[in-house]
């Protein structure tokens, strides 16, 4: 009996090494200049990752982002769509706006991780994305995001340039750490 007992109890202790942790980050907030009518144009925003997600050794779990869109124009809805670069040349507190005929070179590598949608005047309007690209952000000290945005539909009473501002993005991460070697001290032969 005591022989079953041991057989049935290996696999739980075996699981039970390794460590899985949920980290949100601190929330942070990028504007986005709006600076082209009808053609879209694309702005390059350097984002810095907080300390909590870089140089991890973690297995990734689950990762997901919620913020919210701010239109904040009287009269402009805005379309746009998020795509994310682990290369770029903006710096945080400089983006580069690139045009329709000439996105950035790494454009093509970079992964759309928020869908196009439009942004009515003066909304805030939640996002949620669990996309899969996210996960390579992990680890990194800085990634660029590249968003393509324009404007679709204009009223009276604000001029260009505007601005579309992703406000409290959180970065939601759920990490599991191996403790390797372990699983030797309380494997069969262990017990």
Request: charged residues 20%; proline residues 10%; aromatic residues 6%.
């Amino acid at each position: 009996m005591r022989r079953h007992f041991l057989a049935l109890l290996c696999p739980l202790l075996l699981t039970a090494c390794s460590a899985e942790l949920a980290v949100d980050t601190p929330p942070q907030s990028v504007t986005i200049p709006v600076t082209s009518v009808i053609k879209p144009v694309y702005v390059e925003v350097a984002v810095d990752m907080p300390a909590e997600t870089q140089e991890l050794n973690v297995d990734v779990k689950d990762i997901s982002v919620s913020l919210n869109v701010f239109n904040p124009s009287r009269a402009f809805t805005l379309k746009s769509s998020a795509r994310l670069s682990l290369t770029g040349n903006a710096t945080p507190d400089k983006p580069i706006v690139y045009s329709d005929n000439n996105p950035p070179p790494y454009y093509a590598t970079a992964e759309e991780f928020l869908p196009e949608a439009s942004y009515p005047p003066n909304t805030r309007t939640p996002v949620f994305t669990d996309s899969p690209t996210l996960v390579k952000a992990i680890g990194k000290k800085r990634v660029w995001v590249i968003v393509n945005n324009t404007v679709t539909q204009a009223g009276i009473g604000d001029a260009l340039p505007l601005e579309l501002r992703l406000e409290d993005i959180v970065l939601h991460v759920v990490v599991s750490k191996p403790f390797q070697g372990l699983e030797g001290a309380l494997g069969p032969s262990g017990l």
